[in-house]
């Protein structure tokens, strides 16, 4: 059973767990991570700092207009949030959709402080019937106004539905659809972390694509720019790569910023045919060298899938070791065989490989005491003419490596 982080008689009655925790309870749903969000008539962020004081745990003002902190525990966080309206179903109404406008006074759930089993229809708050909702697998508005008012909640509609498996309801998605423009004034890191939720569910891609075609997001992903073929590609892709290379799910999983993991730029870089059109999004350094280092090597991996030397294959290793794996997830998704991919993934996969990862035969520091060689640029160039004989096969040992870097010597 999950457990609470903290003891709900410390809090003040009523107390009300509200959103997402609520929802998820009632689909018999339990992450890893406790996301709880509490709603009181009055003192939220007193109690928040109390409950963060009493069970040391880290507390942060997120509104102070609107009243709202978090709690951060270890295995979650706590929001807590001031009652908006003169009563909880007012303040149910301001909500997105009616699946997150139910609501239960906490302490039903004192005892033994674990999400229990035994809770009926009559221990929630349903104004909005969010309740006929889930078990329609519905997503459905409380009101037009409440996504008007903060438009990022449009984006979200389609997140959720990919996340639940739900269904947006007609009319709820033709006012998405109506409301569509007012994405563009969203904050580019509210967008961006969104569309990292979205992209990191396994069936995302889908609801991507809905979006898309419903021009939710033409104000950031302009049309003209996307590969719609390639990007539609993507889910099954990935799925026939990890089952044939299981050890590949390290590299997807690889975070490259904040919450957001590596299949999230994969994706990204299969939707769209330049890194360029991303700028808008505002992704991270290390975000952006990957998009622009994936969409810049892969016609040169198709070029080279059925006819590359050995120094050909060592030389775009070399080039793109950190994000080898992305190019052959797109070349895949392009439509090519994953016979003439599997060997240079088997290659990335092997960290004795002797072409992707060939190991130090000679250092410069060995050029310097048994040649001679002064401190130069020549150096570099002398090892990596090593490299290159060692990939070939033509020299295996320190000592060849030696006679070799000799043998090339011009004075």
Not at 357 to 375: A, M, S, V
Request: proline letters at 5%.
């Amino acid at each position: 059973m999950q457990q609470f982080p903290f003891d709900f008689n410390d809090l003040p009655t009523p107390t009300y767990l509200v959103g997402g925790w609520v929802r998820d309870r009632l689909l018999n749903r339990q992450g890893k991570y406790l996301d709880l969000d509490f709603v009181l008539p009055e003192n939220a962020v007193e109690t928040a700092q109390e409950i963060a004081r009493k069970y040391k745990a880290g507390f942060v003002v997120l509104d102070a207009e609107r009243k709202i902190a978090r709690v951060v525990f270890k295995n979650g966080t706590a929001d807590f949030a001031q009652q908006m309206g003169r009563s909880l179903e007012e303040d149910l109404g301001r909500r997105d959709f009616c699946m997150n406008a139910i609501a239960m006074e906490c302490h039903q759930l004192i005892g033994d402080q674990s999400i229990g089993d035994g809770l009926t229809r009559e221990d929630f708050i349903d104004p909005f019937d969010g309740i006929g909702d889930l078990k329609a697998k519905r997503i459905r508005m409380v009101a037009p106004e409440n996504l008007a008012e903060d438009p990022l909640r449009i984006l979200r509609g389609y997140r959720q539905s990919a996340q639940l498996g739900f269904v947006i309801e007609d009319l709820t998605r033709q006012v998405l659809i109506k409301l569509a423009p007012r994405l563009k004034f969203v904050a580019a890191e509210r967008v961006r972390t969104e569309l990292g939720y979205l992209l990191s569910i396994n069936n995302g891609s889908q609801w991507m694509m809905e979006a898309i075609s419903d021009r939710i997001l033409e104000d950031w992903l302009p049309s003209q720019h996307l590969n719609l073929p390639r990007f539609g590609q993507i889910e099954r892709v990935i799925s026939n790569l990890l089952a044939q290379f299981p050890n590949l799910e390290l590299f997807f999983s690889k975070h490259l910023a904040g919450d957001r993991y590596a299949i999230v730029i994969v994706k990204l870089a299969a939707l769209t045919y330049s890194a360029t059109a991303l700028e808008s999004l505002g992704l991270s350094r290390a975000e952006q060298r990957w998009l622009v280092g994936i969409l810049r090597y892969l016609p040169q991996f198709i070029n080279l899938l059925d006819q590359a030397t050995p120094k050909e294959q060592y030389k775009f290793f070399q080039s793109t070791l950190e994000f080898f794996p992305a190019i052959a997830t797109l070349a895949f998704a392009s439509g090519y065989e994953l016979e003439r991919i599997s060997p240079w993934l088997e290659r990335w996969l092997n960290p004795n490989d002797a072409i992707a990862y060939p190991i130090t035969l000679i250092t410069g520091d060995d050029l310097r005491k048994d040649l001679g060689i002064p401190p130069s640029p020549q150096i570099g160039e002398f090892l990596e003419s090593v490299k290159i004989a060692q990939v070939e096969g033509k020299i295996s040992s320190r000592s060849e490596a030696i006679a070799f870097v000799k043998s090339i010597i011009t004075y």
